[in-house]
């Protein structure tokens, strides 16, 4: 069955360090990735995706990820946080399932900035 | 619509009473998702929809808990005898079926007392 998995259920890093946040797949083929945010009393938003191509995808407000199919993973990284990054990120994939695609979200990652 | 659209945007309702939960997600997204996210929690699984069918309802917690789609737009979540541990934020998500990105409204809060 497909799956994903955030190994940290939450980070703490100081306000400009730099920050990376794992995850893990488990997919037959080549998934579909996101990556979501929710900030403190707010929706998600879709930070970036990955559908095809360069595996370095850029998305807002400074964050990127990489997919490495050979480790399963698609972690998101930024070089300087800001305190107002502070916030829950998801990660997900998109598989196919009976009848059509399926949205599988990881259990989230709790980030705390520190000044 | 312009986004997808949940409502009540708060619910408070008496343990037992049974509650309906509305989502109205962006024309065209054949795909629908209900999730849950308790305070402190992690988004939960309850339940997707494609059309008007559910391929998967292995997230529902229990029978006291049903969904429904009609017509390939809204959706509406029912619990049953609600008991204080369902208490959480509902949200709802749509996307089209093949592009897969999913669009999240704003929850609903159901407080059971």
């Known amino acids: 069955a497909q799956s994903v998995t955030q190994p940290d259920i939450h980070i703490t890093v100081s306000e400009g360090a730099s920050l990376e946040l794992r995850c893990n797949y488990s997919?037959?083929?080549?998934?579909?990735l996101f990556w979501y945010v929710q900030s403190p009393g707010q929706g998600l938003q879709l930070l970036l995706k990955?559908?095809?191509?360069?595996?370095l995808v850029q998305g807002i407000k400074g964050f990127e990820a990489e997919f490495k199919r050979s480790q399963s993973s698609f972690n998101l990284r930024k070089p300087s946080v800001h305190w107002s990054d502070a916030a829950e990120y998801f990660c997900?994939?998109?598989?196919?399932?009976?009848?059509?695609?399926?949205?599988?979200f990881g259990a989230g990652t709790r980030l705390f900035v520190k000044a | 619509g312009a986004g997808v659209s949940q409502s009540p945007s708060n619910k408070v309702t008496e343990k037992g009473k049974d509650v309906e939960l509305r989502c109205d997600p962006i024309?065209?997204?054949?795909?629908l998702y209900w999730y849950r996210q308790s305070l402190g929690q992690g988004l939960e699984f309850l339940i997707y929809?494609?059309?008007?069918?559910?391929?998967?309802k292995s997230g529902l917690p229990s029978d006291r808990f049903s969904a429904e789609r009609t017509g390939g737009s809204v959706s509406t979540l029912t619990i049953q005898r609600t008991q204080q541990e369902d208490s959480a934020v509902y949200l709802c998500a749509s996307s089209l079926a093949v592009e897969g990105e999913a669009f999240f409204g704003q929850g609903t809060r159901l407080t059971v007392v």
């Open positions: 024309s065209g997204h054949t795909a």
């Open positions: 990955y559908f095809s191509g360069d595996t």
């Open positions: 929809f494609q059309g008007n069918s559910a391929p998967d």
């Open positions: 997900a994939v998109v598989s196919w399932d009976t009848g059509g695609f399926k949205t599988i």
């Open positions: 997919y037959g083929a080549t998934p579909y």
